[in-house]
């Protein structure tokens, strides 16, 4: 018996197995005393190995992704958010809008649970085994603009367009230069109808005209964009400022919804790839 655990620690040294090697002697005790069988003890060392595996698997691609601090749905506070549908967004969380290479839009004002929503939904297809990036569209078009510069365009737009997920944070909230919305354009364009985007927004569709410095630009973007998308808006005042809504200017406290036009009338099948032109 000494030698064939001798033989099966250096087995799961040889595979790289350290949790089922850490639990291997707890493990034959309880074979020995007759409390689990042969299987079961072979069932409880994978098990311990696999689930260490998975949980750093796990906190290495939520940290690549940038989905730190975790948010999950289960921490989302839908009751100070009613006219949120709960029910929609458990259904997004199945992830089918991944398979089917959808963007989800979340639009409403600022401190509304857009960002932890896009980010929980992150997290769950991290969990499920999906490759996910999340960044701001500064952080995004900054990196595209630096990309350009070094004569790595093309590549940079590869490494964005490779995720299963990419979850573009913060639309509206800083200006955007005419050359930084045309280099979004290309990265938009390269995952049209082939990966799945999360876009959260405090500003309205009509509004993306001055958003992106140019309306020609925009509206390219809305053509991919309102294709194959979910729209969720989220009305309701600042859950960070909950507590100090005497504080707030009354406009700001009464925000009006924001409306989504319809989708642009399309006029055939868009180019795979370039920059939208005037």
Same mark, same amino acid.
């Given at each position: 018996?000494?030698?064939?655990?001798?033989?099966?620690?250096?087995? *799961?040294? /040889?595979? =790289?197995?350290?949790?089922?090697?850490?639990? *291997?002697?707890?493990?034959?005790? =309880?074979?020995?005393?007759?409390?689990?069988?042969?299987?079961?003890?072979? !069932?409880?060392?994978?098990?311990?190995?696999?689930? @260490?595996?998975?949980?750093?698997?796990?906190?290495?691609?939520?940290?690549?992704?940038?989905?730190?601090?975790? =948010?999950?749905?289960? /921490?989302?506070? +839908?009751?100070?958010?009613?006219?949120?549908?709960?029910?929609?967004?458990?259904? %997004?969380?199945?992830?089918? +809008?991944?398979?089917?290479?959808?963007?989800? &839009?979340?639009?409403?004002?600022?401190?509304?649970?857009?960002? &932890?929503?896009?980010?929980? %939904?992150?997290?769950?297809?991290?969990?499920?085994?999906?490759?996910?990036?999340?960044?701001?569209?500064?952080?995004?078009?900054?990196?595209?603009?630096?990309?350009?510069?070094? /004569?790595?365009?093309?590549?940079?737009?590869?490494?964005?367009?490779?995720?299963?997920?990419?979850?573009?944070?913060?639309?509206?909230?800083?200006?955007? @230069?005419?050359?930084?919305?045309?280099?979004?354009?290309?990265?938009?364009?390269?995952?049209?109808?082939? /990966?799945?985007?999360? %876009?959260?927004?405090?500003?309205?569709?009509?509004?993306?005209? !001055?958003?992106?410095?140019?309306?020609?630009?925009?509206?390219? %973007?809305?053509?991919?964009? *309102?294709?194959?998308?979910?729209?969720?808006?989220?009305?309701?005042?600042?859950? &960070?400022?909950?507590?100090?809504?005497? *504080?707030?200017?009354?406009?700001?406290?009464?925000?009006?919804?924001?409306?989504?036009?319809?989708?642009?009338?399309?006029?055939?099948?868009?180019? =795979?790839?370039?920059?939208?032109?005037?």
């Amino acid at each position: 018996m000494t030698a064939t655990l001798d033989r099966i620690r250096g087995a *799961l040294v /040889g595979l =790289k197995m350290p949790r089922a090697l850490e639990a *291997l002697d707890h493990t034959m005790q =309880k074979l020995e005393q007759g409390e689990i069988s042969g299987i079961e003890a072979l !069932d409880a060392l994978l098990s311990e190995e696999y689930a @260490t595996r998975e949980t750093r698997r796990i906190d290495v691609a939520l940290k690549t992704a940038k989905l730190m601090p975790i =948010k999950t749905l289960e /921490g989302f506070d +839908f009751t100070f958010q009613p006219s949120l549908d709960r029910e929609r967004i458990a259904a %997004l969380a199945q992830l089918d +809008f991944i398979r089917r290479a959808e963007v989800v &839009h979340f639009l409403g004002p600022p401190g509304t649970g857009k960002s &932890h929503l896009a980010t929980a %939904l992150g997290v769950a297809a991290v969990k499920a085994g999906k490759q996910v990036y999340r960044a701001t569209l500064a952080e995004l078009i900054n990196a595209l603009v630096k990309a350009e510069r070094e /004569g790595r365009l093309a590549e940079k737009i590869r490494f964005y367009a490779r995720a299963s997920l990419l979850i573009v944070d913060e639309i509206g909230y800083l200006p955007i @230069t005419q050359g930084g919305a045309n280099l979004f354009f290309q990265l938009v364009n390269a995952r049209y109808e082939k /990966g799945a985007m999360i %876009l959260t927004s405090n500003r309205g569709f009509a509004e993306w005209g !001055d958003v992106f410095g140019d309306p020609v630009v925009a509206t390219a %973007l809305l053509d991919r964009l *309102l294709h194959h998308a979910v729209v969720v808006q989220i009305e309701g005042a600042s859950y &960070h400022l909950r507590g100090h809504a005497d *504080l707030i200017p009354e406009h700001t406290r009464t925000n009006a919804p924001i409306t989504p036009p319809p989708p642009p009338k399309r006029r055939g099948r868009p180019p =795979k790839n370039g920059a939208a032109s005037h």
